[in-house]
């Protein structure tokens, strides 16, 4: 079985499976803005998560459906923590691990570039 | 109407609608390979283009429906330039435009950290 479906030593380009894998959930609707929100160790509570991405983009209402499926695609990729504190009622928080602070890295080019040319359009 | 759909000055966020419309495109399959093909000024005609990509992915053909999409795609939003030649036989080369080359630069550091955990993972 190869690593995340990579076979690196064979190949003359470098390995783009993880690339693509990762830029399929990059591009799915609200992903670079939860990544962005959570960036630098910022933690968010769900209700906090989905009215901080409402006050950015007033035309556009994210449903809890895919603010759901968002989150946990994102931690099932391992960019994203849940954090539940044993309290009454239970609190829950969430913000990006190691690995999704490295991925809003190294997505900042491409998110800074994007939005230079948009305003040189 | 708003440049690109993006309308910076009334959001706390910054504009991901460019980047969101971009990584779309990006992330569709053999594109980023196809992208990191013609980097750096390289020319292409297309069945170089086919065989190359074949060359880099034994297991997995592009098909000459998705080869030719993918072109016009990234044609159709700047990245692509194809370029005739007034010979006979008629000669055609497909080379990055500067926005293209931007764009390569942009993905770098993403493209080089997938691959930097593919082979930690």
């Known amino acids: 079985m190869e690593k995340n479906g990579c076979?690196?030593?064979?190949?003359?380009?470098?390995?783009?499976?993880?690339?693509?894998?990762?830029?399929?959930l990059?591009?799915?609707?609200?992903?670079?803005?939860?990544?962005?929100?959570l960036r630098e160790g910022k933690r968010f509570r769900y209700n906090d998560l989905k009215s901080s991405l409402h006050l950015g983009w007033k035309e556009d209402k994210i449903s809890d459906a895919t603010l759901s499926t968002r989150l946990l695609e994102l931690s099932k990729e391992g960019f994203l923590l849940r954090e539940v504190y044993p309290e009454l009622p239970p609190k829950?928080?969430?913000?990006?691990?190691?690995?999704?602070?490295?991925?809003?890295?190294?997505?900042e080019p491409l998110v800074d570039w994007t939005i230079k040319i948009c305003h040189e359009e």
């Open 7 to 24: 076979d690196n030593d064979n190949r003359i380009f470098p390995c783009f499976v993880p690339a693509q894998r990762i830029l399929n």
């Open 26 to 37: 990059v591009s799915k609707k609200w992903s670079i803005q939860l990544i962005y929100l």
């Open 92 to 107: 829950v928080e969430y913000r990006l691990s190691e690995k999704g602070e490295n991925l809003s890295k190294a997505l």
